[in-house]
């Protein structure tokens, strides 16, 4: 990095400075700038107190096998275009990270479409992402009306409920309570409670604009169940709109990995779009081993080797699982399965539906049997991250 260049922690002005960078990196207003300020580290690249690069930094836990593992979310990440090539996106990322995993973060979670280049930095997509679209109407046909009571209104029931059902999944955030409310204010969000008043099953929010023919445009943002029933009661409650809606817009990974939709539909016009993948990058294997939930009937012990974090080598573990929790020690044997880093983060999420696609993967292993252990580790619970920064 040339010497002329230092990276800090924004102040007032370089703030200022990096919100104007932003809007004219990304060709737009990036109003998360402004929004997630209070809650941000926000790191800023200067050169004679010009601002040239900038980006946010979120210390928030994702759940991993029930567990809150600590993370640093990355964000709004920007190189003014005439600085672009000189790998100046590098040393941001670096600096970006060295306070959060100074706070604790073991883990780093980033939304990207530079997929290539943030792989690169050590970071894997977990899951493929897509954004889903279906008639209205097909919902109302196949859910009919909603089977549980519907109330207007988030509440800090549905929150703590939305906490509860996220700890279900390989990924997703334990949302801080500033949360919410940052969401409704940059979505304009109308959200709606199911179940019982004060013990609800569902929380159901979307965001509406006017269509530019007729009617209107429905997109959801959140769609949380702790049952079928409450599931396909949120269905019903969205093909209710058909009147004034044609199309039930589900935003990208909002809707969970559960085959409602194939199970219900009379006829599956649905229609799915791929979207770039949140990547995943495990920045303490160790710590991250030993702060994961892990299911309580897996027992067993194992030599691994893990790519080093220079890249130019690997070292040996022994990773011991049991009585649902996880250690990873340093140890001489060869390993039994070998894991580049990036594979880490894939089987650590649970990216690795079974040994045939940790295989196809590229994950080295002795035999079939040492890699369907390991790979049973993870895979109690799927990994999604609904979650947008």
């Known amino acids: 990095m040339p010497d002329q260049i230092s990276i800090v922690r924004a102040d007032s002005a370089l703030w200022e400075q990096y919100d104007a960078l932003a809007a004219r990196s990304y060709g737009h207003p990036v109003g998360d700038v402004a929004r997630l300020r209070p809650h941000a580290d926000i790191r800023v690249a200067v050169r004679d107190g010009r601002v040239i690069a900038g980006g946010l930094g979120l210390l928030v836990p994702q759940f991993f096998g029930g567990a809150p593992v600590p993370s640093a979310l990355l964000a709004a990440g920007c190189v003014a275009p005439e600085e672009r090539g000189a790998r100046l996106s590098v040393d941001m990322v670096a600096e970006r990270l060295r306070p959060l995993r100074d706070q604790g973060a073991v883990l780093s979670a980033v939304w990207t479409t530079s ?27 196949a859910f009919g009306r909603p089977s549980v009571p519907v109330e207007h209104g988030r509440t800090s029931e549905t929150d703590a409920l939305q906490r509860r059902l996220a700890g279900k999944w390989n990924g997703a955030l334990q949302r801080p309570e500033w949360w919410p409310g940052w969401l409704d204010s940059k979505h304009q969000l109308t959200t709606y409670r199911f179940g019982p008043p004060h013990s609800p099953s569902g929380v159901l929010s979307f965001a509406m604009q006017r269509s530019e023919r007729h009617g209107m445009n429905l997109t959801v943002h959140d769609f949380w169940a702790a049952d079928e029933e409450t599931a396909c009661a949120l269905m019903a409650f969205l093909g209710s709109h058909h009147t004034r809606v044609a199309d039930i817009r589900f935003r990208r990974t909002v809707l969970p990995p559960y085959p409602l939709l194939l199970h219900r539909l009379h006829r599956y016009r649905v229609t799915a779009e791929a979207w770039h993948p949140w990547m995943l990058r495990v920045l303490d294997v160790e710590a991250a081993v030993r702060l994961r939930g892990w299911p309580s009937d897996v027992d067993f012990k194992m030599p691994v080797e893990v790519e080093s974090d220079s890249g130019d080598g690997w070292d040996r573990y022994l990773l011991e699982v049991s009585d649902g929790a996880g250690r990873l020690r340093p140890a001489r044997a060869a390993g039994e399965v070998r894991l580049t880093r990036r594979q880490v983060a894939v089987w650590y999420a649970g990216g690795y539906r079974s040994a045939a696609s940790a295989h196809l993967a590229g994950v080295s292993a002795r035999s079939g049997e040492a890699l369907t252990r390991l790979v049973r580790a993870t895979t109690d619970q799927e990994p999604w991250l609904p979650d947008h920064f």
């Open 115 to 141: 997929s290539g280049y943030i792989r690169r930095l050590g970071w894997e997509a977990a899951a493929p992402v897509f954004a889903w679209s279906v008639a209205a109407e097909d919902l109302r046909r």
